[in-house]
C-alpha cells in the first residue's frame, strides 16, 4: 500500500471514530479492520498506532480499542484549551491587520444563519481554529486544532439545542468584536469565561446522560491519573 492510500486508510479510520460511527470503548481487531476496510494488517496498524497518539485508540490485551470517553482527560483538555487560547489571543490584537479582524467577525456573523447540529460544531471549530491562526504562532494554533480534536467527540453535546448554538455565536462574536476593538484583557477575559462556560455545561450534560450513553454503547470513564500529553495530529 503506498503512502497516500495508507493516509486514505487513516482518515477513514478517524472520521469514523470522530463521528461516533465507532462507538468509544468499541473493541477493534486488526483482522476484523482487514476485511472491513479492504486493507493488509500492516498499514491499519500503522493508522491504529497514529490514532492512539492522538488519544483515539488505545491497545486492549492483544487487540485495540476506541479510546472511551474520559471525564478526566476532557478537564485536562479543557484547562490545557483555555490557558493557549488566553495567551494567543494577545497576540492577535497585536499581530492580526483590520482586514483579518474584519474576516474572523465575518466567520462569526456567518454562522448565524447554520442551525443544525453538525454545523454548530463545524462553525465552533472553524472559529477557534481562525482566531488561532491570527496568532502568526503555528505551535499555538496547532496546540487549539489537537485540543478540538480531543473534544471533537463530545462537543456534540453542546451544540444540541439551538439556544446552546445561540449562546456559543454570540461569545464568538464577542470574541470577535474585542480583538477588532484591540482590546487584548477583555478578548482574554472573554476567551477564559467561554472556555470554562463550555466546559462546565460539557461536563454537566455528560453526568446527566452517563447512563443513557452508555446503553447506547458509549464507554464513559473518569480515570484517577492525568492523560498523556497532547501530540501533533
Known amino acids: 500500500m503506498n503512502t497516500a492510500n495508507e493516509s486514505g486508510l487513516y482518515d477513514r479510520?478517524?472520521?469514523?471514530?470522530?463521528s461516533l460511527e465507532l462507538m468509544p470503548g468499541e473493541g477493534l481487531s486488526e483482522r476484523g479492520l482487514e476485511s472491513l476496510l479492504g486493507a493488509s494488517r500492516t498499514p491499519i496498524r500503522a493508522a491504529l498506532m497514529r490514532l492512539e497518539n492522538e488519544g483515539l485508540t488505545q491497545r486492549e490485551g492483544?487487540?485495540?480499542?476506541?479510546?472511551?470517553?474520559?471525564?478526566?482527560?476532557i478537564r485536562a483538555v479543557m484547562e490545557y484549551r483555555e490557558a493557549v487560547?488566553?495567551?494567543?489571543?494577545?497576540?492577535?490584537?497585536?499581530?492580526?491587520?483590520?482586514?483579518?479582524?474584519a474576516a474572523l467577525r465575518a466567520i462569526a456573523d456567518a454562522h448565524?444563519?447554520?442551525?443544525?447540529?453538525?454545523?454548530g460544531l463545524r462553525d465552533g471549530s472553524e472559529f477557534h481554529l481562525a482566531l488561532a491562526r491570527l496568532s502568526?504562532?503555528?505551535?499555538?494554533?496547532?496546540?487549539?486544532?489537537?485540543?478540538?480534536t480531543r473534544l471533537s467527540r463530545t462537543r456534540w453535546l453542546e451544540v444540541r439545542t439551538?439556544?446552546?448554538?445561540?449562546?456559543?455565536?454570540?461569545?464568538?462574536l464577542e470574541i470577535a468584536a474585542a480583538v477588532a476593538d484591540r482590546d487584548a484583557e477583555r478578548a482574554r477575559r472573554l476567551v477564559v469565561a467561554h472556555s470554562r462556560g463550555t466546559r462546565d455545561r460539557l461536563l454537566t450534560s455528560l453526568e446527566e446522560e452517563r447512563r443513557r450513553l452508555r446503553g447506547r454503547g458509549v464507554a464513559i470513564i473518569e480515570s484517577s491519573t492525568a492523560p498523556p500529553a497532547l501530540k501533533a495530529v
Open 85 to 101: 487560547e488566553a495567551a494567543l489571543v494577545e497576540h492577535v490584537v497585536e499581530r492580526a491587520d483590520d482586514a483579518e479582524l
Open 136 to 148: 502568526r504562532n503555528p505551535f499555538l494554533a496547532e496546540a487549539i486544532g489537537n485540543a478540538l
Open 162 to 172: 439551538p439556544e446552546s448554538r445561540a449562546q456559543a455565536r454570540a461569545e464568538h
Open 112 to 119: 448565524h444563519s447554520h442551525d443544525d447540529e453538525e454545523a
Open 13 to 18: 479510520l478517524r472520521t469514523a471514530i470522530l
Open 62 to 73: 492483544r487487540g485495540w480499542q476506541v479510546a472511551p470517553i474520559d471525564l478526566t482527560e
